[in-house]
């Protein structure tokens, strides 16, 4: 078997990446004419027929491969530059053509020495494409300046307040602050209320604040960006703030966006806590964004994020105009448990389960908390199935004895906030806070 060269080999890639190029399969076709190979060639000059059954070049080339073998050890051609309107028939390699001040391979390599690889190469590297593109990187790990993060914005989701179970108060608060004005642009306009401003909802852990984000998102109809912690911060000096700068300008060119910044403490702490200058130059770039240049800036913008120690949040980005609107995320109320606990036990093999009653047993649990119990009841059936040989389904008893074994998670987050509420609810900022914990009997 004839060796093939390292052209004919990178030449056969390209036409593997495109196999619809028909001047580049023939201009392979005519490397392997000229390298012996009539067989590989007349395969290549067919291939281009179906592409393109009327063309000159590709007619002449199957008649030289059926009737006109090259002789073995003819000159390799030099490279052109595949155009549209490749030439009738490539032209062997001349001394002139080759010779362009490089060494050639001397005798004895293995390689034919009257060739030129490094003029080959550079002629045809604009035949095939790189196969990884990499941007270098500097010496201080920035890379290239004008780079752009790749920040993942979804489309508009088919996720609604309707489908919230429960939580009506937190329905009604967020109709207020970003549904109603948008239903309502003459009112919007002649009451001068502006689409800017964020929301910033706090709570304990597990209760839906993310999944109560893309309904609002979904309510209007509009992208949605989630951004958290690790998608900003940078360990190279400035790529903290270009990262939230360059996220910042993706909601705008994609607005109507909702950008969610979940962990909204770790994003925007208190500057006077940190002893790194980086997190306190990321602090004062989001408050830049959120400012926007214009008041026009961020028109269509709704930023939304979530926290559970909105203490920890820097005090500036809860002034008028950026996150001045809080809403607190309470555990699930009844209706939203039912719903939880039906969406976990949709596809589980179930049987004479009273769900009004494990709704009752279920309360201060969060929307984890309730996904929990559902694998644990799933899960003591298997066992059970296992040991004693039989299939059973999965009944009221599995689901109590789990709901007997869940601790609510909530609880060391109401711990430390009844001491923010007790003393440094200053403002009423808690206060529906408080009222949640007295209604509870936990303050």
């Not at 979804?154 to 329905?171: C, H, N, Q, S, Y």
């Amino acid at each position: 078997m004839p060796e093939v060269s390292p052209l004919i080999q990178s030449l056969r890639t390209a036409v593997e990446a495109a196999p619809g190029d028909v001047p580049l399969r023939l201009h392979l076709a005519g490397l392997l004419l000229d390298a012996g190979q009539q067989d590989a060639a007349v395969m290549e000059v067919a291939v281009a027929l179906t592409h393109a059954p009327g063309d000159g070049q590709a007619k002449a080339l199957m008649v030289r491969a059926m009737g006109m073998p090259a002789p073995a050890h003819a000159p390799a051609p030099v490279l052109a530059p595949v155009s549209a309107t490749p030439p009738t028939e490539p032209e062997p390699a001349t001394d002139t053509d080759i010779d362009v001040g490089t060494e050639t391979e001397p005798a004895g390599t293995g390689t034919s020495a009257d060739f030129n690889w490094s003029a080959a190469s550079d002629q045809v590297k604009d035949v095939i494409p790189p196969r990884f593109v990499e941007a270098p990187l500097a010496t201080d790990g920035s890379g290239d300046p004008d780079d752009s993060p790749a920040w993942d914005v979804d489309a508009p989701g088919t996720v609604r307040l309707a489908d919230v179970g429960g939580m009506r108060e937190v329905k009604d608060r967020l109709e207020a602050a970003f549904l109603a004005p948008l239903r309502n642009p003459e009112l919007r306009k002649l009451y001068g209320k502006s689409l800017r401003g964020g929301l910033l909802l706090y709570g304990p852990p597990g209760c839906g604040k993310t999944f109560v984000a893309r309904a609002v998102a979904g309510e209007l109809g509009a992208s949605f960006l989630s951004v958290s912690v690790n998608d900003v911060l940078d360990m190279w000096i400035g790529n903290s703030e270009r990262n939230m700068h360059e996220l910042f300008e993706t909601a705008r060119r994609q607005a109507p966006c909702v950008v969610f910044l979940d962990e909204l403490d770790a994003l925007g702490g208190k500057r006077s806590r940190t002893q790194s200058a980086g997190m306190r130059n990321t602090v004062n770039q989001l408050l830049t964004e959120l400012d926007g240049i214009d008041a026009a800036a961020n028109e269509g913008v709704f930023v939304l994020a979530a926290t559970n120690v909105p203490w920890d949040v820097d005090i500036a980005l809860r002034r008028p105009g950026r996150f001045d609107r809080t809403l607190l995320v309470l555990p699930p109320d009844a209706p939203a448990r039912e719903t939880i606990l039906r969406y976990h036990l949709r596809e589980r093999p179930i049987e004479k389960v009273d769900l009004g009653k494990l709704v009752k047993v279920t309360d201060g649990l969060s929307g984890a908390d309730l996904a929990h119990l559902c694998e644990s009841a799933a899960e003591s059936a298997l066992l059970d199935s296992v040991r004693t040989g039989v299939v059973r389904m999965i009944g009221m008893k599995d689901l109590l004895d789990a709901a007997k074994q869940t601790v609510p998670s909530t609880e060391p987050w109401f711990s430390a906030a009844r001491n923010v509420a007790m003393y440094a609810n200053d403002g009423g900022m808690y206060d529906d806070l408080v009222a949640y914990l007295k209604k509870k009997r936990k303050l």
